[in-house]
């Protein structure tokens, strides 16, 4: 899914995942997104923005979720 439906991109590699979503929340010109995979969150990520416009945050957020969940993606396997 890509995580921003206002900034849809064409490359594939800009997109996340299918099983990957992401909640924006804002808290004055605070704004969290909640980064899930399969409905479990993984990250939550924040900016500040005296804007107030939700959706350039949501534009903002989802491209750093999207570099988040690639370098997560490329880590090694946990041990367990």
Avoid: F
Avoid at 20 to 32: A, E, K, L, R
Avoid at 64 to 76: H, M, T, V
């Amino acid at each position: 899914m890509n995580l921003d439906n206002s900034g849809v991109s064409e490359r594939a590699d800009l997109l996340a995942p299918p099983e990957w979503t992401m909640d924006v929340h804002q808290d004055g010109n605070m704004y969290t997104a909640e980064v899930k995979r399969s409905q479990v969150t993984m990250c939550r990520l924040s900016i500040a923005t005296g804007v107030g416009d939700e959706k350039v945050a949501r534009t903002a957020l989802a491209h750093k979720a999207r570099l988040w969940i690639r370098e997560y993606l490329k880590r090694p396997p946990r041990q367990a």
